[in-house]
């Protein structure tokens, strides 16, 4: 079974058949869009949210690049053959009176019988770090924590409040971003990542929500622990997707839960004579796959324990912050790829279901 859910994870994520439908701003390293999720309104039309990030180096300041300075919401009415844009979010648009947004990060699209919501994690000025831990802030930089929107429709989104709705004073855990929905024993739930106050590790968390999208009870931080090869150094969840009950599967309740590792933080120099493989590091990431059970994150479960399961075959490998689309026609799998030239696009694979339950019936 665990055979089948690793070849069902590559069939979605499929490095050959992808196609770009959303590019970055230039065709060059540190440039991407991405970071967010596709859903499907009630006429059939979809959207992508995502944001576009521009080349900055946060160790200096934001200062040195625009990094991320737009989140755009794009729509597809032909199924996803074609995405124009629909609504764009600048950092100004996104702060408020009290705190200025310096960089846009990971999003996430929710649609409820009553309208839409839209998570999304900025880093913000006018935060500080706990008093015992101040100083390791860097001049210029901010902290980074999860804003809620709400309202009737998606293009009615430019003019909604923006609402604080996920940050925590915890060291161990200060900066909370890349949010995207799942569900843990029956709740809905806000998964998300976090970062220590020294940026030495990604982890993943969730939080329980309400129908209007309000966290509830205490959000749990550390249910996915870090790996022990290649992902030891960065372990952050990117979605959560039922597998269908049919073949072996049949009455068994389990997801693939997708994730982006890597064995360190920064680029690391390797030794001349040692295997040249893509090692994955921050803003470099590469892709896994685990497994949940019974609808309960807590039995998440590794199938990419020793080696990273999605590579790109283009730049540095990386390949990031998966999401799957599960409709009537099939699956839409998104995620960024590195290319040649350095930067980092959003990809798409379609996958009907007649060829899942074909793999998974065989």
Avoid at 98 to 103: A, F, I, P, Q
Avoid at 115 to 120: A, D, H, K, M, R
Avoid at 132 to 157: C, H, N, Q
Avoid at 220 to 241: E, K, N, Q
Wanted: with cysteine; charged share 20%; proline share 4%.
């Amino acid at each position: 079974m665990q055979q089948k859910l690793s070849q069902l994870a590559r069939l979605l994520v499929d490095q050959q058949n992808a196609r770009v439908i959303v590019a970055p701003q230039q065709a060059s390293s540190g440039f991407w869009f991405g970071g967010g999720n596709m859903v499907q309104d009630a006429a059939g039309d979809l959207w992508v949210v995502g944001r576009f990030r521009n080349h900055g180096d946060s160790r200096t300041g934001l200062g040195a690049g625009e990094r991320g300075l737009e989140m755009a919401i794009y729509r597809s009415t032909d199924r996803g053959q074609t995405f124009e844009k629909s609504l764009s979010f600048s950092k100004a648009d996104l702060s408020t009176e009290s705190l200025g947004v310096l960089s846009i990060e990971g999003t996430a699209l929710r649609l409820t019988e009553t309208g839409v919501q839209l998570f999304v994690s900025t880093e913000k000025s006018g935060i500080d770090y706990p008093a015992e831990v101040k100083s390791f802030l860097k001049p210029g930089t901010g902290v980074w924590t999860i804003d809620r929107l709400i309202a009737d429709e998606i293009e009615s989104l430019k003019d909604a409040d923006v609402q604080p709705h996920l940050a925590t004073n915890d060291p161990a855990f200060i900066h909370v971003k890349d949010p995207f929905l799942g569900s843990h024993q029956g709740d809905d739930c806000l998964l998300f990542c976090s970062h220590p106050f020294c940026w030495s590790s990604s982890n993943t968390g969730y939080v329980r929500i309400a129908a209007d999208g309000s966290a509830v009870g205490q959000p749990c931080f550390d249910f996915f622990p870090r790996g022990f090869a290649w992902d030891v150094a960065i372990t952050r969840g990117t979605s959560l997707m039922p597998v269908p009950q049919i073949g072996d599967f049949a009455g068994q309740d389990i997801s693939l839960f997708f994730y982006d590792g890597g064995e360190c933080v920064r680029n690391l120099d390797e030794h001349a004579s040692a295997v040249k493989r893509p090692r994955g590091y921050s803003c470099e990431e590469l892709g896994g796959v685990a497994f949940v059970k019974n609808n309960d994150l807590n039995s998440v479960q590794r199938l990419s324990m020793n080696e990273p399961m999605f590579i790109s075959p283009h730049g540095t490998g990386c390949s990031r912050y998966v999401d799957v689309l599960v409709t009537d026609d099939g699956y839409y799998a998104t995620w960024q790829q590195a290319q040649s030239d350095g930067s980092q696009p959003l990809v798409m694979n379609f996958v009907s279901k007649d060829a899942v339950n074909s793999l998974l019936t065989s």
